[in-house]
């Protein structure tokens, strides 16, 4: 029996949620499509496009997503103690910016005018159902799913549904759930083996952060503390407050190193803009996440049952994972939860929220 969505998740409270949205069986998302002989391969830009659209005007964190050729995968943090700090004419703006009534000639949204804002803002009712909407991850995807299936039907000349039903949700409880469901997500071109390496693999969060830490590593050194250069009164481009800043791939993503540890506490609002908050996503820098995909993909890679006890991540080590579970979550995370996953200890606790059940994990079986 399906679960209503409000038993998993709740837009008015702090939540991270794993969603898997399938294509159709005859469709492909991807790749070269059998039926039509077509590649296209081109969607994955256009939907990564759409996510980080999406990103600069909800209240919700994107931890981690990849793009397959018949599902995608997000990971989705809601942040309604960020919508709560909009006024009224954000809620509304943003919300037009989402869902405009008038588009530039680009195609871009047009700024909503005083009156498209009052439509919003001057009825208290609806104000308050779109700022839960800002928050709400069923909101997220049925805009998302909405447009990828319009525009790929456009491309197609057809009608219809391109998804399978509902998305499947599952609520992320602790830490450890979390590193283990965005590990498991961005190694997901490695598992189907579509791609053998991190950077190889096309339109998943991994290969953006990869990028953005390439460019954050070209980077010329600042100069010595009180070395004189050419022309100090005037300031290099990338300082001048007046021009706008070049932002690096990742910047609609949450950064990795979860610095705040108070948990879901703290709403550290975005600087840049591109996304809802600036809060990380686990206690590891981007460096050495990008090292513990790296070591996990390569025994995936190589068909492995394990780490040997040489190849065991000092990271690993430092958080307290048992590495063959480590192992078992980045490979089969999707068959060892269903509604909610994490520690022994979380999922004793764990309780849907509205009918109070006690959350059980299917059997968990590891492929023969």
């Known amino acids: 029996m399906r679960s209503a969505r409000a038993d998993i998740y709740r837009p008015d409270e702090v939540a991270t949620v794993h969603t898997i949205a399938t294509i159709v069986r005859k469709y492909f998302l991807l790749g070269d499509d059998a039926l039509t002989r077509k590649d296209h391969s081109h969607r994955g830009l256009w939907i990564t496009k759409q996510i980080e659209e999406q990103a600069q005007y ?68 609806k104000l308050k159902e779109i700022r839960l909407r800002l928050s709400d991850i069923s909101w997220w995807m049925r805009i998302l799913c909405q447009r990828v299936a319009k525009r790929a039907n456009l491309e197609l000349q057809e009608t219809g549904r391109l998804f399978n039903g509902r998305f499947k949700a599952v609520r992320l409880l602790d830490d450890e759930a979390i590193l283990a469901c965005v590990s498991y997500v961005d190694l997901n071109p490695i598992r189907a083996q579509v791609a053998q390496t991190l950077e190889a693999s096309q339109y998943t969060s991994v290969a953006q952060r990869i990028a953005a830490l390439k460019q954050e590593l070209a980077k010329p050194e600042p100069p010595p503390e009180g070395t004189q250069t050419e022309s100090p009164q005037f300031p290099a481009p990338s300082e001048d407050p007046a021009l706008p800043q070049r932002l690096l791939p990742d910047a609609y993503l949450a950064p990795i190193e979860l610095i705040d540890e108070r948990g879901s506490q703290g709403s550290k609002p975005s600087k840049t803009k591109k996304r809802c908050s600036d809060k990380g996503v686990v206690p590891l820098s981007s460096m ?81």
Request: aromatic content about 8%; overall charge positive.
């Open 58 to 125: 909800f209240g919700i964190d994107v931890l981690g997503h990849a793009i397959m050729s018949n599902h995608f995968h997000s990971v989705l943090r809601s942040r309604p103690d960020i919508v709560q700090e909009w006024d009224d004419t954000e809620v509304a703006r943003r919300w037009m910016l989402m869902c405009p009534k008038r588009k530039n000639k680009d195609k871009t949204p047009a700024e909503p005018n005083e009156k498209e804002l009052d439509a919003i803002r001057t009825k208290p009712e």
């Open 288 to 368: 050495n996440y990008i090292q513990l995909l790296d070591a996990t993909a390569r025994i995936i890679r190589e068909g492995k049952k394990g780490f040997t006890p040489e190849e065991v991540p000092p990271v690993l080590e430092r958080l307290g994972l048992d590495p063959e579970r480590w192992i078992d979550y980045t490979t089969h995370f999707s068959r060892m939860f269903s509604l909610a996953a994490g520690s022994v200890r979380s999922m004793k606790e764990a309780r849907t929220l509205v009918t109070q059940r006690q959350i059980y994990c299917p059997r968990f079986q590891r492929p023969s």
